[in-house]
Nanobody
């Protein structure tokens, strides 16, 4: 079993910055990819950014140039640096990971979510 624990959310004014962290722990042999999703009230959960084991990254258009995803392999941790935040970035942000255990079977895990609120 694998646990994902997020931290770093909070309340910030428009134009401000926040850095989210997500640490994976448990039965980890390798991590194929990690990602950040977000879900605003009344909206579907959307993919914000992904990073693969080979450090390939992908961003949703609305955050390109403002958000940066990165990871620390030694700590099994993924980060999301969010700059120039806008009120429309307000959402619960969820960490997601594809993790392989010793059997090499890949399983998908979710964190509990962290609230990001951007005031205008």
């Amino acid at each position: 079993q694998v646990q994902l624990v997020e931290s770093g959310g909070g309340l910030v004014q428009a134009g401000g910055s926040l850095r989210l962290s997500c640490a994976a722990s448990g039965s980890i042999f390798s991590i194929d990819a990690m990602a950040w999703y977000r879900q605003a009230p009344g909206k579907q959960r959307e993919l914000v950014a992904t990073i693969t084991s080979g450090d390939s990254t992908h961003y949703v258009d609305s955050v390109k140039g403002r958000f940066t995803i990165s990871k620390d392999n030694a700590k099994n941790t993924v980060y999301l640096q969010m700059n120039n935040l806008k009120p429309e970035d307000t959402a619960v942000y969820y960490c997601n990971a594809w993790v392989r255990d010793r059997s090499l079977l890949a399983r998908n895990y979710w964190g509990q979510g962290t609230q990001v609120t951007v005031s205008s």
